[in-house]
RNA sequence: GGUCUGGUAGCUCAGCUGGAUAGAGCAACAGCCUUCUAAGCUGUGGGUCUUGGGUUCGAAUCCCAACCGGAUCACCA
């Protein structure tokens, strides 16, 4: 808004001063560092060929004729070759007037053609654990962010439920599950399963240890890797596993049943895990219900001869020409790989909903991958392959390092978010702030700190950046967090309160006709926010609604630490502070809610 | 080795399409609760923005090279 006014002032006035218009791209405004009076900046060096006059002339000239045709600069000043614009107070009470009690405040109406976001994406074998938090933080945040920029999102997960990590639990199930069951365990389904994935694992490395050749050691690493193959392919285990493939995908009726239900297991506990770190789905999307569909595409690309065929059969496609590398789609048996599976799904999908946009959260590793997926579309014939968006993250990694699932160093879903909890109740109980809640309503604000400290936490970083989690960092509710955050919001709920109970009534109307230093820093803060979630949206950053909060709340700390509210002896000042408090409390919420965060009333 | 990606304070991170003396938090130290929630506020110290070139009025930001990390290049997913 106010972007656009001034730079049409600007342009008027170079255009009169100097009788040319100023090139657009070197028409830039900027917020005016605290150390100098002004709100905007216009950086005049670009124009100091056209104008033929030194810079700070040129600046003078401009600041004059601006504010002499505007109503809302009030004066501006010079630095060198900076001309710093100071928005006349008027300006920002109508804005305020305007805004304060919008809640949804810089969110766009939505429209158009879907968005199908993608994330979560779990393997049937194992529990969710940090890697899949930020996933799925992630992948919530985006698709919330893009929806209020006007977005139409349909959330899909993909369950990635068969293949031969599926079978490997049900394998260890039946040798040594004795017929257990979530219900007679007491665990997780989930949790239930990853053990005996993990069991499997064992008896598998031990089973290969016993196969390898006696003199394994004095052999040369080529000769060890192939003796290792050996052994791995000699193991029962693993012959029965793949047994147990193969009766799956020839639908025997026992090992689909096993199947069925030990994913039935696992479900359940995603659901809880899901529900708990509050994110969910619009659409689920089982591989065993889409892998055999990307088959028959290849096959037609077979026929077109976009593909071709070895002579064992086995079917890729050839991205030399690209810059990338030949691709297999079809192994030599005839079976899918990856690949080959989600050719299948990103069809059944676009079919679906026909979408302008089609991302994938799923992390860097997988860059190539898409890279390559994309392009065997549009060699398919599916130009709208090019709409598909790898929303490409780091790795989350540890003080100790990478997470190593074989070396139990990952960090569990559930494990940390009870952490979480735990830790701001006990937070809470030492700050004495906990009195008077039932323990219904102490265990909900326990796990809306928690799970906020730890939303907070994770998405607060660019998410293309590896990020390293420290739990002992993460658990800190002091200084940039979470926490701070929601107490920011809490204590102005405690101030509304106080209002409220001394019977001052807030207005709707904005009656003030000046603004203090401590109100307007925090006024101009609020201003900014519909930039940011435009921004937000376009570079798919959640991290850049939560710098935006913790600046706004720093903001609103200062301006509580300076300006007292409820003792404001000028009734239309305490009401306009008061109208302020409530409209950033109003923007905390509307914006923490982009970000997966509850705001409590008290904390 | 090819491709991609990153290197900012002791640690974790900001720094938008180039703009003023590079910013926060944590950690350290020093202040501020008879006053709206101290999970807060204020201040001090801490930097060759990995290095070397280039582009220009101006570079942490753009380009090239080197060094150091990470990812990937599976008939795994």
Not at 31 to 44: A, H, L, N, S
Not at 214 to 220: C, F, M, P
Not at 344 to 360: N, S, V
Not at 362 to 368: A, I, K, L, P, R
Request: aromatic share 10%.
């Amino acid at each position: 808004m106010l972007g656009l006014v001034m730079r049409q002032l600007f342009v008027d006035a170079f255009k009169k001063l100097y009788g040319e218009e100023p090139p657009a791209q070197n028409v830039s405004f900027q917020k005016t560092r605290p150390e100098f009076e002004g709100d905007v900046t216009i950086v005049v060096f670009p124009f100091v060929k056209i104008a033929k006059k030194a810079p700070d002339v040129i600046a003078k000239e401009l600041g004059e004729e601006m504010v002499k045709e505007s109503e809302y600069i009030a004066k501006y000043n010079v630095v060198k070759g900076f001309l710093n614009l100071l928005i006349s107070d008027k300006y920002w009470i109508g804005f305020m007037q305007k805004t304060h009690l919008n809640e949804k405040f810089g969110r766009k109406e939505v429209a158009g053609k879907p968005v199908v976001v993608e994330y979560s994406s779990p393997n049937t074998n194992k529990p969710l654990h940090l890697g899949h938090i930020r996933n799925n933080l992630l992948g919530w945040s985006v698709s919330e962010i893009l929806k209020a920029n006007g977005e139409n999102v349909v959330r899909v997960n993909l369950v990635n439920d068969r293949g031969i990590h599926i079978c490997k639990s049900m394998i260890a199930w039946q040798k040594w599950g004795n017929g257990c069951t979530p219900e007679s365990t007491g665990k997780k389904g989930d949790h239930l399963i990853g053990d005996f994935y993990v069991m499997f694992d064992k008896h598998f490395k031990e089973e290969v240890k016993n196969l390898l050749p006696a003199n394994y050691d004095q052999l040369s690493d080529d000769d060890k890797e192939k003796a290792k193959v050996e052994a791995e392919n000699a193991s029962p285990l693993m012959q029965e596993t793949r047994e147990m493939l193969r009766k799956w995908e020839a639908g025997d009726k026992e090992v689909r049943e096993l199947w069925e239900m030990m994913n039935n297991w696992v479900y359940e506990g995603f659901d809880v895990t899901y529900k708990r770190l509050g994110v969910s789905f619009d659409k689920i999307y089982y591989e065993s219900q889409t892998y055999l569909l990307g088959k028959s595409t290849v096959m037609d690309g077979l026929k077109k001869g976009v593909l071709y065929q070895r002579d064992d059969n086995s079917v890729w496609c050839d991205l030399r020409d690209e810059g990338l590398d030949e691709k297999l789609l079809l192994r030599r048996d005839g079976t899918s790989v990856y690949m080959t599976q989600d050719l299948g799904t990103a069809q059944l999908r676009y079919d679906e909903f026909h979408p302008k946009k089609l991302i994938y959260v799923v992390g860097n590793e997988q860059n190539y991958h898409f890279d390559v997926l994309k392009r065997v579309l549009v060699r398919l014939g599916f130009e709208w392959g090019n709409d598909i968006e790898h929303l490409s993250y780091g790795m989350v990694e540890l003080p100790s390092g990478k997470m190593k699932s074989r070396e139990g160093t990952v960090v569990d879903a559930d494990d940390l978010m009870d952490e979480m909890e735990a830790t701001a109740k006990n937070v809470s109980e030492e700050l004495g702030k906990a009195h008077g809640l039932s323990d219904e309503e102490s265990a909900k604000l326990y796990h809306m700190i928690g799970l906020g400290a730890l939303k907070y936490f994770i998405l607060k970083v660019d998410p293309k950046k590896t990020m390293l989690f420290d739990p002992k960092e993460s658990i800190d509710f002091n200084g940039n967090t979470g926490s701070f955050i929601q107490y920011t919001h809490a204590r102005i709920c405690s101030v509304l309160r106080k209002a409220a109970e001394a019977n001052v009534a807030i207005g709707d109307k904005v009656d003030i006709d000046s603004i203090q230093p401590g109100e307007k820093s925090l006024l101009t803060n609020i201003y900014t926010w519909p930039s940011v979630l435009e921004q937000a949206a376009i570079n798919r950053s959640p991290a850049m609604i939560a710098n935006y909060i913790y600046d706004l709340c720093k903001a609103f700390n200062q301006f509580y630490q300076e300006c007292s509210i409820m003792k404001e002896p000028d009734e239309k000042r305490r009401e306009f502070r008061l109208q302020l408090a409530a409209m950033t409390a109003r923007l905390l919420r509307n914006a923490g809610e982009l970000l997966g965060m509850q705001m409590p009333e008290r904390m």
